[in-house]
């Protein structure tokens, strides 16, 4: 008696146990298509004009609704690299997200191209390279000014003058002061608040 009532206990269990999965994934389908987010990683514009995301979002080839994060924070009166973030999220609920740089540049400035591979004076296994953002003049971004590899940024040049603009710093950095020496092409960094310096010339 005793072993036909686990039986039966154990038999209850196992369709209690399959019921509530069924619940549970019934509204899920068997195959899933993530959302694809079709859009610029990075996006100049113009002193004083106007920024229009013109971001989209598909699911298996039909558009969904796509989110914006950080657009109010675009400042197009400031010359700056300012961080927009877009999600979407599929019919099965799993979410997509993708980070865009917008760049905001004065057309007026005509920087000297300071492009190429740089070093660390003080140390030869840092490296990083500097480039022009395709669509400036003025705006340039190199892959590592300090932190071995892990510090890159943007900046402007004005003629041979090279200034920090407002950004989103990698390691809470909060501020970086540049110099630049057109004489013997040195740049130098100072990173706040580490107060960690460097020197990097041309390879």
């Excluded at 229009?52 to 914006?68: M, Q």
């Excluded at 997200?97 to 004076?121: E, H, W």
């Amino acid at each position: 008696m005793k072993r036909v009532y686990l039986l039966s206990l154990i038999i209850m269990s196992f369709f209690a146990l399959t019921s509530c999965e069924k619940e549970e994934t019934e509204n899920v389908s068997d195959v899933t298509n993530f959302a694809t987010i079709n859009y610029e990683p990075t996006v100049t514009v113009p002193l004083g004009t106007e920024f229009d995301t013109e971001v989209t979002a598909t699911e298996n080839g039909s558009e969904i609704d796509v989110t914006a994060s950080g657009v109010e924070s675009v400042d197009v009166n400031t010359v700056g690299v300012y961080d927009v973030t877009y999600s979407a999220i599929n019919s099965d609920g799993y979410e997509a997200s993708v980070l865009q740089k917008v760049v905001v540049y004065d057309p007026d400035i005509i920087g000297t191209d300071v492009s190429g591979d740089i070093v660390d004076a003080g140390n030869p296994t840092r490296t990083g390279k500097i480039s022009l953002v395709e669509g400036t003049s003025s705006i340039f971004y190199v892959t590592d000014f300090g932190f071995a590899g892990a510090f890159p940024m943007y900046f402007q040049m004005d003629g041979d003058v090279i200034s920090e603009i407002p950004q989103v710093y990698p390691l809470d950095a909060t501020s970086v002061d540049l110099t630049y020496d057109p004489a013997t092409q040195t740049f130098t960094t100072l990173i706040h608040p580490y107060e960690f310096g460097y020197t990097f010339v041309y390879q």
